[in-house]
């Protein structure tokens, strides 16, 4: 059974440009959210998709976007990228049903420069 | 608001020396509570998931167990393999948008010395 795949797995982007990372769920997973992980602040959440619909969003500005393609795989956007952003970006699939965790990919590595 | 705080933040052990991990919470009608393992650089994988008060789960030398306001993660006799940061998270009973989003903990880093 594959597991979450998120591409790419590091990047370093120059402050001031945007990024897409991308994440491919597990097969019949319909949910996808998306966290940031920073030493400082832990796991923080960002939005999570289910049959491509925006179903709930953390409080992170707007330069921060995803969607959900039909297949459920989806992509998350930085726009405008800060210093701060530099983080390890993740992936989680689920069911979308509640009482069931989350299996997440291995991260995106975003460093700001 | 949800709330999820772990302890210790930082542990260190000795091969063989047993212990555990509390994560104490403060949610509203608990739906689940989970327990992840996460290695460095890489994303959190999924140990257990708790569900009502006085259940407890096993897995090798883990097992967690719950309480009304906390869980706890028991290691016996470590190995340095054991050795990860480990994440607890619930999940509230209060609907957002239709679905479920789980509260994390900062986690507690585990190092395990041969």
């Known amino acids: 059974k594959a597991g979450v795949t998120q591409t790419p797995r590091y990047l370093i982007k120059t402050r001031g440009q945007q990024v897409t990372l991308s994440c491919s769920p597990i097969s019949g997973h319909r949910s996808v959210s998306w966290y940031q992980q920073t030493p400082g602040q832990g796991l923080q959440f960002l939005f999570e998709y289910f049959s491509e619909t925006q179903r709930n969003k953390g409080n992170f500005p707007g330069r921060f976007s995803g969607r959900q393609f039909s297949n459920s795989r989806s992509e998350m956007n930085v726009s405008t990228l800060e210093l701060g952003d530099s983080a390890l970006y993740l992936c989680?699939?689920?069911?979308?049903?509640?009482?069931?965790?989350?299996?997440f990919g291995s991260g995106t590595r975003l460093t700001v420069v | 608001e949800d709330q999820v705080t772990q302890s210790p933040e930082a542990l260190r052990l000795q091969e063989g020396e047993s212990s555990s991990l509390n994560c104490s919470y403060t949610?509203?009608?608990?739906?689940?509570l989970f327990w992840y393992r996460q290695d460095p650089g890489k994303g959190p994988e999924f140990l257990f998931t708790?569900?009502?008060a006085g259940e407890e789960k096993e897995k090798e030398r883990l097992k967690a167990t719950l309480t009304k306001k906390e869980s706890f993660l028991h290691i016996t006799a470590p190995k340095p393999e054991d050795s990860a940061t480990y994440l607890c998270?619930?999940?509230?009973?209060?609907?957002?948008?239709?679905?479920?989003?789980?509260?994390f903990g900062r986690g507690t880093s585990l190092i395990v010395h041969p």
């Open positions: 949610v509203s009608g608990l739906r689940g």
């Open positions: 998270a619930v999940q509230a009973g209060k609907k957002s948008g239709g679905s479920y989003i789980p509260t």
């Open positions: 708790l569900y009502s």
């Open positions: 989680a699939s689920s069911s979308g049903a509640p009482g069931y965790g989350y299996t």
